[in-house]
């Protein structure tokens, strides 16, 4: 992972992102109709934050072709990885003890959920 900052990105960012992750290298048409099936947007709408993204560097656009293709940029590793970082900072005064405290106690997890944490613990303690 690269110690690049990217520009945090908003919420309606972040749905532009999800779909490109998901879904792959895409059009702003498909890009629009992914979203539009959870939430009603303007084409234009999509587009126009589409196009800032591009500007922020959150976006890269291939327009050698007839339809201009976008991709991410960024990583959904390397985004999550920064809005946690800053969401820890913000909230919990960079204490992931507290973070993790907050969320065990906050949701109630599953055997398998349980099972998968104490594997990642487990694997930490052995490097």
Do not use: C
């Not at 291939?62 to 293709?69: A, E, L, M, V």
């Not at 970082?85 to 003890?97: I, N, P, Q, R």
């Not at 907050?102 to 490097?127: G, H, N, Y």
Request: proline share 4%; charged share 25%; no cysteine.
């Amino acid at each position: 992972m690269s110690n690049q900052q990217f520009p945090q990105p908003t919420d309606g960012e972040l749905e532009v992102l999800r779909v490109l992750w998901d879904n792959g290298p895409s059009t702003v048409k498909q890009v629009h109709e992914a979203i539009n099936k959870t939430k009603p947007i303007g084409y234009t709408t999509t587009l126009k934050v589409m196009q800032v993204m591009l500007e922020k560097g959150l976006l890269i656009r291939n327009d050698s072709k007839y339809r201009h293709i976008y991709t991410p940029a960024v990583s959904e590793e390397m985004t999550q990885g920064q809005l946690l970082t800053d969401f820890l900072d913000k909230a919990f005064s960079g204490s992931a003890e507290k973070l993790v405290m907050q969320l065990m106690s906050a949701k109630k997890l599953s055997a398998k959920e349980r099972a998968k944490i104490t594997k990642i613990l487990t694997d930490i303690e052995r490097k």
